[in-house]
């Protein structure tokens, strides 16, 4: 077998190997980030639901109402303003 084919074939089966190798690993990996991100979430809204929060949100949304209001908003307009504001999170 000549020097080129053998060099060819030796590279062909590297590459091949190596895309078998990463293939295999993949999942792994998305396995463990998926993972990590879910718990990061269920972290997550386990803070945001806590009393404390859940206070400090109708809190800060009451004042928010209050302000738009005060700066000459309907109470419908600013109702409507505050439900936007809310729902977009």
């Not at 074939?9 to 396995?31: E, G, H, M, N, V």
């Amino acid at each position: 077998m000549p020097r080129f084919l053998r060099l060819t074939t030796f590279i062909c089966l590297c590459i091949i190997s190596i895309s078998a190798y990463t293939q295999d690993k993949k999942p792994l990996r998305f396995d463990f980030v998926n993972q990590q991100i879910s718990a990061q979430k269920l972290d997550e809204l386990k803070a945001i639901t806590t009393p404390e929060m859940v206070a400090a949100q109708a809190e800060y949304y009451r004042k928010l109402y209050q302000a738009l209001v005060t700066s000459g908003f309907s109470k419908d307009e600013a109702l409507k303003i505050v439900i936007a504001k809310a729902s977009a999170k």
